[in-house]
């Protein structure tokens, strides 16, 4: 097995800005665009006033304290509430599933720390709503989700795993005292808390999945319903889970699990983190002094605060090194640009994606997206592409003079085509391009056919009727730019 090792060396020691690696434009769109979603120039701007011990407390801040999405009408209804109000049930429940994912698609937008942390944590602890396909189920999955993102861990895992998305997922409500399956156990540990083969051993799934027996219940036995523990089919025997014995059930699973495997869990939880907000390759030392963290208290929030104001967070070898996911493509776009988006591109955003990879609460398997370099095919790049084209061409429709603002609010209303140019490319990719070549073909693109000797002369200006077309023409030269899809 080939072992890689991560060239950044810096450690969890708080960022102290220095001549050497200064508190700049580059690093405080480093913190946007890993904590969020990128952000457009006065954010960025409002950004770069605070120190970076206060803006990474503003942004996890800012998600702790966003209310709850507020319970939605649909939240508790079964088959037989649509009946008795007259709706098409899979009509409407196609319905209440977008509205769902548009919440999650605001939360992206608006405090973007949250919406990161719903699909991060949607693709840890895997359901896949095609297989319950119920919008109460979903609900209540993601109510925990938001409940819990930045908060106790042990709480979240004991939560999570008896929602009914998860008890149908992962054959929960198959698991009765008579018909024993493994399926939640073996999950809970080898990809919930502890990892594969670590700590655990085959007889202690064995005994853990007769002590999650018994949610196994609907009213009148409709589908529909929330799922229900009843003690008829739940294993009452003793049961041996890590050396210890005793009748235990459900929330002595979780309890057992904490108090003997914490070490393991923080470890194995922080090394997910980190690859998800840092790299693909782990930094060992900084994994383990997380985890240290972690284990005081599994709170969610403290390990994060941690991470993002670390020298290792803000190293120049961190930034520009993840690819980025197809939300973070759409998303980012649009909160860099600030442009106006049509109805249509947006309400097709979730379809969009999808397309590229990433449906979201559709995970591929139980093991979840493994992100990075598996957004990248041929395929899924040309997707990528065009997705970004209708993108442009809608702003060129739509919001023309959009484009003019952009140019002038990136380059500082400028009329050197090399600086606009320059400017607009440099808030799409997170480190400058190689070389001043590069930046000299998007100035060409950008130029378009006009007279050089306008430019020359200083005759052309941002102004000038063309401006609009020729940032579109800037912004389909960027888009397949290779830097342009890393974060």
Not at 208 to 216: E, P, V
Not at 250 to 261: A, G, P
Not at 358 to 381: C, H, K, Y
Request: proline share 4%; hydrophobic share 40%.
């Amino acid at each position: 097995m080939t072992v890689f090792t991560s060239c950044i060396t810096t450690s969890l020691q708080p960022y102290v800005p220095s001549t050497q690696n200064p508190w700049n434009e580059l690093r405080v769109r480093h913190a946007y665009r890993r904590l969020g979603y990128d952000a457009n120039k006065a954010t960025i701007n409002n950004g770069l006033a605070l120190s970076p011990n206060d803006l990474i407390d503003q942004l996890i801040d800012e998600s702790l304290n966003a209310p709850n999405w507020p319970e939605p009408v649909w939240a508790n209804y079964t088959s037989d509430d649509y009946a008795n109000l007259g709706l098409d049930f899979d009509e409407q429940t196609q319905l209440n599933h977008t509205e769902v994912m548009f919440e999650v698609m605001n939360q992206m937008q608006t405090t973007g720390l949250k919406g990161r942390l719903i699909m991060f944590w949607s693709n840890h602890f895997v359901t896949r709503l095609e297989d319950y396909y119920l919008s109460n189920h979903l609900y209540e999955y993601y109510s925990v989700l938001e409940t819990y993102m930045l908060g106790n861990f042990q709480e979240f895992v004991r939560d999570i795993g008896i929602t009914s998305a998860m008890l149908i997922y992962l054959n929960g409500l198959e698991n009765t005292n008579f018909s024993p399956n493994e399926n939640y156990a073996r999950e809970l540990y080898e990809l919930f808390t502890l990892g594969v083969d670590n700590g655990y051993i085959q007889q202690d799934i064995v005994e853990t999945s007769k002590a999650l027996t018994g949610y196994n219940h609907r009213l009148n036995w409709n589908w529909t319903y929330p799922i229900y523990f009843d003690a008829s089919t739940f294993d009452d025997s003793d049961k041996t889970i890590f050396e210890q014995t005793g009748n235990w059930g459900y929330d002595d699973v979780i309890n057992i699990l904490f108090q003997e495997k914490s070490p393991l869990i923080a470890e194995y939880i922080c090394r997910k983190l980190y690859t998800y907000f840092v790299s693909a390759t782990v930094n060992e030392d900084v994994v383990t002094d997380m985890a240290a963290i972690f284990v005081q208290d599994f709170n969610i929030a403290n390990v994060l605060r941690a991470l993002f104001k670390s020298e290792h967070f803000f190293d120049s070898k961190t930034i520009g090194i993840q690819i980025k996911s197809p939300y973070d493509m759409t998303v980012s776009y649009i909160k860099a640009t600030n442009f106006s988006i049509h109805q249509d591109f947006y309400e097709a955003m979730p379809w969009i994606n999808g397309l590229m990879g990433q449906s979201m609460f559709e995970p591929v398997d139980v093991a979840g997206w493994q992100g990075d370099r598996d957004w990248i095919n041929s395929s899924t790049l040309t997707g990528r592409w065009e997705i970004l084209q209708w993108a442009v061409w809608q702003t060129w429709d739509y919001y023309n003079e959009e484009l003019r603002t952009f140019a002038i609010e990136s380059s500082g209303n400028s009329n050197d085509p090399y600086v606009v140019a320059k400017s607009v490319i440099d808030r799409f990719v997170p480190k400058e391009l190689f070389s001043v070549e590069e930046y000299q073909i998007a100035t060409d693109v950008f130029k378009h056919n006009l007279p050089e000797n306008y430019y020359e002369n200083q005759i052309w200006n941002l102004q000038w009727d063309s401006v609009p077309y020729q940032m579109v023409l800037l912004l389909l030269h960027l888009i397949k730019i290779p830097e342009f899809q890393l974060k």
